[in-house]
């Protein structure tokens, strides 16, 4: 099987290998918020702007198997004017086409995961993470911060785990 390489998906590296969709601000942050690690991306959103997207290329996949992909998500904190935040991952453009798994979060505390099952229609396409947030009444603060952080995926460089069509690997790379 050829090997897709997934990089940085502990965000160790900053935002290396991942790039924005337009108007998504999202920043890698260091701190004791860290699933794992030292570093956890943030994606801001606010009234004005609900949604931030992070996607990675993706090349080589094999679509006749099969893929899982795990991802820890939270809130920063709870805020009392978010109604709800929406995470989700998915290959492609097409968030519904190519949905691997999605989940509502209401208030922080701790890291949740997401985990979902996809077999790929391309060879070559992108992953995505998405967060969507919806926002109280008027007056009310009106931003939320979703974090990822240790995601577990296909073709493991530094934290990331593949569990695939030949079972499961780890291949964190050896110093």
Not at 30 to 47: E, F, P
Request: charged share 15%.
């Amino acid at each position: 099987m050829s090997c897709n390489d997934i990089s940085n998906l502990g965000f160790e590296s900053g935002l290396n290998y991942w790039y924005t969709a337009p108007s998504t601000v999202a920043s890698v942050q260091n701190g004791d918020l860290a699933y794992a690690g030292s570093y956890y991306l943030d994606i801001a959103t606010t009234a004005s702007n609900p949604s931030g997207t992070v996607s990675q290329d993706l090349y080589w996949l094999d679509n006749e198997q099969s893929y899982t992909l795990t991802v820890q998500f939270r809130l920063a904190e709870t805020i009392s004017s978010v109604n709800s935040c929406t995470v989700s991952a998915y290959l492609g453009e097409d968030s519904e086409a190519g949905a691997i798994a999605s989940d509502l979060v209401w208030t922080a505390g701790s890291w949740e995961t997401l985990t979902g099952e996809i077999q790929p229609t391309e060879r070559n396409t992108t992953i995505n993470l998405a967060a969507t947030c919806t926002f109280g009444g008027p007056g009310a603060i009106s931003e939320g911060n979703v974090l990822f952080d240790e995601q577990y995926g296909i073709c493991v460089q530094a934290s990331i785990l593949l569990t695939g069509p030949k079972g499961h690997y780890d291949q964190t790379p050896m110093a």
